[in-house]
């Protein structure tokens, strides 16, 4: 007779360890799965989503993913007369009326030194794609030893803190500077700074982790995406403690839908997760109400700034995952965000710099403004 103590649960590796996932669990993944197809918004059953569904979630991951460089002149749109040269002019109207609502914030640097009078300027910074440049690995994300200095230099003049999607101790690891605040997974892990600085006002260590219950299940999904997605070539499912990333930099567009689908399918198991996305990557994150901008707001009201009188923050990012920051300041009447972007795209930003090099710059005028008018002061 066959032994009828089926077993109830399947132990996954994940790095040293293992992740224990219910047998139930797994065999209505294979069950969803198996009727979505797999590859891609076939005729599903409502649970995984229709192929209309995913084809406008795949044009969603178009959306926001635009070409790194803005110097080809795209051709494949037409006008009415079908001339590649108006759309071309279209184009260049576009971005110069994009420029014009959202000036270089080196351009504007008087404005906002105006702006500062009388305040505490604080710093936030995301880092792939702002501190570092857009790569295919993310593992090789690194930023120049340039830009480290000009973010210590930033950094001994106002607290600065690093917000980003990656787990916090990457992020460290990138940047090795002690004397920032660290907001890692989305702003989901926050750790103040282990060097005091002089302009440091915090007495107690900053530490705050709002989604840490989710821990175990972020380990559980992230065990079943990189075994789901091995099957498309390039996709890079990254740990980020309290969030995923599954990067689809490297991945054929053709597939884009398999891997829409796949993902979407893992997901209708945990109801308490959910999907954004930034450039080239799925991010997947708890459901609780926090994010980069409310990462932003417990960080100065750490720091003894909630009052709008008191503080200037400034947020400068290029990723979706930012537009959080920059709406809370919008909302609050305070402070500037300043999206890092070649290309126009609808923002709660003030200001624009177009890429890392200007960023850079940026930092080091800020720095130098104000080593000048302190040494005028006497301090």
């Not at 066959?2 to 132990?11: D, P, W």
């Not at 030194?113 to 604080?122: E, L, M, P, R």
């Not at 005091?196 to 006002?201: A, G, L, N, P, S």
Request: net charge positive; hydrophobic share 35%; with cysteine.
């Amino acid at each position: 007779m066959a032994n009828q103590n089926v077993a109830s649960s399947s132990e996954m590796k994940l790095g040293n360890g293992c992740v224990t996932i219910s047998m139930n669990k797994l065999q209505r993944l294979n069950e969803i799965h198996n009727i979505g197809g797999g590859g891609g918004g076939g005729d599903g059953d409502g649970r995984t989503g229709t192929g209309t569904r995913m084809s406008s979630w795949v044009e969603s991951m178009r959306a926001s993913s635009p070409p790194r460089s803005n110097n080809k002149t795209i051709t494949t749109a037409t006008t009415n007369n079908n001339n590649p040269a108006s759309v071309s002019q279209t184009q260049n109207h576009n971005q110069n009326s994009w420029i014009a609502s959202h000036p270089s914030a080196l351009t504007m640097f008087e404005e906002i030194k105006n702006a500062s009078k009388g305040k505490q300027i604080v710093m936030f910074l995301d880092y792939d794609g702002t501190l570092s440049p857009i790569v295919e690995d993310p593992d090789r994300a690194f930023m120049s030893d340039k830009m480290r200095f000009a973010v210590k230099t930033v950094a001994r003049y106002f607290p600065t803190a690093i917000v980003s999607g990656r787990c916090r101790d990457k992020v460290y690891d990138f940047v090795k500077l002690p004397e920032l605040y660290y907001a890692g997974s989305h702003g989901m892990d926050i750790k103040g700074p282990t060097k005091i600085t002089k302009q440091k006002k915090i007495k107690n260590a900053v530490m705050y982790q709002p989604a840490a219950e989710f821990s175990p299940m972020i380990d559980e999904v992230y065990t079943i995406l990189v075994e789901e997605t091995k099957s498309i070539p390039g996709v890079r499912v990254e740990h980020n403690k309290f969030c995923l990333s599954v990067h689809f930099r490297c991945v054929d567009e053709n597939n884009w839908d398999a891997l829409a689908d796949q993902v979407k399918v893992v997901l209708t198991e945990y109801p308490k997760l959910k999907l954004t996305q930034g450039r080239k990557v799925l991010e997947i994150r708890p459901t609780i109400k926090w994010d980069k901008g409310k990462a932003l707001e417990f960080l100065l009201e750490s720091l003894g700034y909630p009052n709008a009188n008191q503080v200037l923050p400034l947020y400068i990012g290029d990723d979706q995952t930012d537009e959080d920051a920059f709406k809370v300041l919008r909302d609050r009447g305070q402070g500037f965000g300043i999206l890092v972007s070649k290309f126009p795209k609808e923002t709660n930003a003030t200001y624009s710099l177009q890429e890392p090099s200007e960023v850079k710059d940026f930092l080091r005028e800020l720095a130098k403004w104000k080593r000048v008018f302190m040494r005028r002061d006497g301090r």
